[in-house]
Each structure stands twice: as C-alpha cells, then as structure tokens.
C-alpha cells in the first residue's frame, strides 16, 4: 500500500469527498442512488468503490492508477528526438507547423496535443495567452469568384534585416490562393500586376474586399469613409471591369486575411529558410513553384455550392486597363508633354491633325507608355520615351482628279484603247461640180 505522501493534494482532497459521501449514504441520509449521482459516476462504480472502502477503508479510494506508466506513453528515445528536432531544426516553427513536419519529414506520429504539451513543459513554447472576446464570423461566399480579399501584410519574411511586403489575393468561398508575392513596397503597380495577373488566368470575378489604403480609395477624412466617387487608379480598373469594390474599417472586418496572414507569418519565413532562398528573386521563385500550391492542399476548402462566378475577359486589353492613366493635350507640334519627356505623334490617316486633341498617356506595369485617343492608340514608348515599333496606319496617298472631278481608274492588266477618229459632220456639204 502506497503511503499517503506520495499522492497529491487534489487527489487526497477528492478521496475525501468521496468518503464523506458514502458515510452520508451509509448513514441511511441518502440513498447509494443518490451518492452515485452525487460523484458523478454509475451505479456498478459505486458498488465496486462501495466494497473497496469496506475491505481497505480510506486507502480503498485512492486512484490505484498513480505512479502506474501508462500502456500508451511515449518512448523516451522518442521524446528526445521530438525536442531535439525543435530544438535545432525547427526552432522557429510554430507548435502545428512542427507537428506537421515531424510526420511528413520524420515519419513521426503524435498527437497534436501531446506535442504541443512536450514542447510547453521543455519551455521551448510559450504557453498560449487567453482568446479575446467572441466574436461572430461572417458566412463565406457560396462561389469561388464571388469575393476576393487582397491585402499587404509588411514582414521581415527572409527573417533578416529587410522587410518586404507580401500581397495576397484569396477566394472568400474556399480561401484559396490565387496570388502570392513579395515586393518593395505595396503599391498601386504593384496591387495591379496581382490583379492583373488573377483576371488573366481566372477571369473578372464579383467584387473585391480590401482596406482603405491610398492605392485603393480616397479618404477625405482620415480614418473617415471612403469617397466613392473620386476613384484611384485601382478603383478605375475594376470600375472598368465592372467589379465592385468593398472597404473594410476595421482589421475584425478583414478576419479571412487577418487570420490567413498570422499563418502566413508562422509558416513561410521558416519555409524559405529551408528552402535555402536568401533573395527577393528566389523567394518569390519559390512562391510560386511550390510554397502556393502547397498552402492551398494544407488550408483550401471547398465552395459551398458548385462552379463558379468567374467570367472571361477576352474583349479587353487589359494592359490599358491596369495602367496607370494621365490626361494630357497635344501640343502644335504633334508631341505630348510627359514627365519631361516628349512624345512625338506620327500622322493618322482618320484625323487631319491632332493638335489640341485631349489623350490618354498610359504607364504600363512593364515600364513602357503608350497614348490613346478613344479606342485608337496613338503609338507606343520606352521608359526614356523613344518611339517603339511603328504601330500607326499611314494616312492613305492622295490621287489627282481630273477636271471633271472623276478619278481615272487603273486596270491591270492595261485595256487596249484605240484612239478616236474624227467623226464626219451631221450636215454634209455638196460636192463640188464643175462650172
């Protein structure tokens, strides 16, 4: 019989309870029905604990499992392993990163649960602080391409001294990734080339969810409501495209992203140093080859209805769309003035001239500009605004008329015209007789 020192408080205290319950029962006060609803347990429990204080006493009804191993416990070599790995290879992963990495790397099967407890009483993990106030979650889109969310979240990704940006565009309906990339700085190009690059490959999608920042709207007021009617560059895309944009006041309103980006920050800096990349290039490289794809098997749901709202877009060219756009006015001399450069204009054959004619000036995600006038594009420019491939029609070579004002036809091959002859006179003269 084990002593009663080597049990712990919480366990005497309840071998106690116990005991003044069954002497209440025993006493005739209550029924043994009764202590056994009291306890919490059956009433065969009850019998069986009932005998063992009778044969034991108080001992009888002490936990007989203490200081017994379990049959499922864990192999101390295992155990070892566990923290080592953790220890020196994946320090910096959070506890269900590390617990995924120990079975798909390691081949090593464990509960959640039991990892995350291993790791906290090896102080290797903080223990986790207490959830805020509840709050109810919005109900996801039924379709893929009903919403998407784009945000930037700023990070030291390549967990050195650099920070970038990684803007992401996700589906509301089944949280996948459509885009993924690190830049300098999230910018109104930089929010184009990834929307730019999710219409091409998806189609136009309903509506996009963002936050208020410069590249999206415009706020009079800071921290104030957004003007729907003074549109960015952004804005006029998709107004273009016929996509409705929603602003979020509040990061709680963000939730989907909100939540994505905390895995994103507890899983991918870890991925890239793995992964060996040290450079903005390489990083990316790997976002796109693997670490994309990868993210949506782990985290990607399926929609609740089935298909999809995304539409083709053939009918647009969409590097006029995702440009951004300035007015300017041809000068006299067929150029138009633009960040000190000047755009020289070729003729047109549709226009006598251009001169005074308000057009479009369009910056292009690849560097280059190009001008519009309407549906016609005027001509297309390097950065330095020299003049790229001829893309103008020439105006078509004046003919001469002649004096009657028709146009004399060319044939080929040339007829054959016999020249005309004198034709005699209506009125013919008498001939001459002899006198």
């Known amino acids: 019989m084990r002593s009663m020192e080597s049990y712990t408080r ?209 706020t009079p007021k800071v921290g104030g409501k957004v003007d729907y009617q003074r549109r960015t560059q952004v804005g006029r895309a998709m107004h273009e495209l016929g996509v409705q944009m929603i602003p979020a006041y509040s990061p709680q309103a963000r939730g989907r992203s909100e939540r994505s980006f905390g895995t994103w920050q507890g899983r991918l800096p870890q991925e890239l140093r793995l992964a060996g990349c040290r450079t903005l290039e390489q990083a990316n490289q790997f976002l796109r080859e693997r670490y994309v794809a990868e993210f949506n098997r782990r985290f990607q749901v399926p929609g609740a209805q089935r298909g999809n709202a995304f539409v083709p877009c053939r009918s647009r060219d969409l590097s006029l769309v995702f440009s951004v756009q300035s007015e300017r006015a041809v000068n006299r001399d067929h150029t138009v003035s633009f960040q000190n450069h000047a755009l020289q204009l070729e003729r047109v054959g549709w226009k006598a001239t251009l001169a005074g004619c308000q057009v479009t000036v369009h910056q292009h995600l690849d560097g280059t500009l190009s001008l519009t006038h309407g549906p016609h594009v005027l001509g297309r420019f390097n950065a330095q605004g020299e003049a790229l491939a001829q893309t103008i029609t020439p105006a078509p070579r004046a003919v001469e008329k002649t004096r009657g004002g028709k146009v004399k036809k060319t044939t080929f091959p040339p007829r054959l015209e016999i020249p005309q002859t004198a034709r005699d006179s209506h009125f013919p003269t008498a001939p001459a007789t002899a006198g």
């Not at 889109?141 to 998407?148: D, I, Q, W």
């Not at 050195?160 to 700085?185: G, H, K, N, P, T």
């Open 10 to 218: 919480a366990a005497v205290e309840r071998a106690m309870k116990v005991q003044d319950v069954m002497l209440q029962a025993m006493a005739k006060k209550i029924t043994w029905w009764q202590a056994a609803e009291i306890l919490g347990i059956s009433d065969r429990h009850m019998r069986h604990w009932r005998e063992r204080y009778e044969e034991e006493g108080y001992n009888g009804l002490m936990d007989r499992r203490r200081g017994k191993p379990s049959r499922r416990r864990v192999p101390l070599a295992t155990v070892e392993k566990v923290l080592g790995l953790y220890r020196e290879k994946y320090f910096d992963m959070n506890v269900q990163h590390f617990h995924e990495k120990l079975e798909a790397e390691h081949g090593i099967e464990l509960s959640y649960t039991w990892v995350k407890q291993a790791l906290q009483g090896a102080g290797l993990v903080a223990r986790e602080r207490k959830r805020g106030v509840h709050r109810k979650r919005r109900a996801r889109r039924p379709l893929p391409g009903m919403l998407l969310h784009i945000d930037g979240s700023r990070h030291q990704w390549l967990q050195d001294e650099r920070w970038y940006d990684l803007i992401v565009i996700l589906d509301d309906a089944s949280s996948e990734i459509y885009y993924a990339q690190l830049v300098e700085e999230e910018s109104t190009v930089t929010v184009m080339a990834g929307l730019k690059e999710v219409i091409e490959r998806k189609g136009v999608f309903c509506a996009l969810y963002s936050d208020r920042g410069s590249h999206f709207w415009l």
